[in-house]
Nanobody, 114 residues
């Protein structure tokens, strides 16, 4: 299974983006799906995760303005981010896991200008 993240772009502060993570195989086979991001010069950090269809977790920095979801029928997971801030800038990666194994997608760049 391969994961492909897309939907990034350049937006002004306060704007919104919806990132998508498409699986080449069955998304429903994964126990969890998550988004991470890496800002220039910083380590990769957790953004949000979803297990099953309704169990979600968010980093404090994005909680309240982000929504993670998954559509198993479309083999795609999403991260909707509103109220974007310059500090949200970075490369966003999707990851998915099952039975102790983790798959990573390539990143998609998000740039937020003030």
């Amino acid at each position: 299974v391969q994961l492909q993240a897309y939907g990034g772009g350049s937006v002004q502060a306060g704007g919104s983006l919806r990132l998508s993570c498409a699986a080449s195989g069955s998304m429903s086979s994964f126990n969890w799906v998550a988004w991470y991001r890496q800002a220039p010069g910083k380590e990769r950090e957790f953004v949000a995760s979803i297990a099953s269809l309704t169990s979600t977790k968010y980093a404090t920095s994005v909680e309240g303005r982000s929504t993670i979801s998954r559509d198993n029928a479309k083999n795609t997971a999403y991260l909707r981010m509103n109220g974007l801030k310059p500090e949200d800038t970075g490369v966003y990666y999707c990851a998915a896991g099952r039975r102790g194994d983790v798959w990573w997608g390539q990143g998609t760049q998000v740039t937020v200008s003030s």
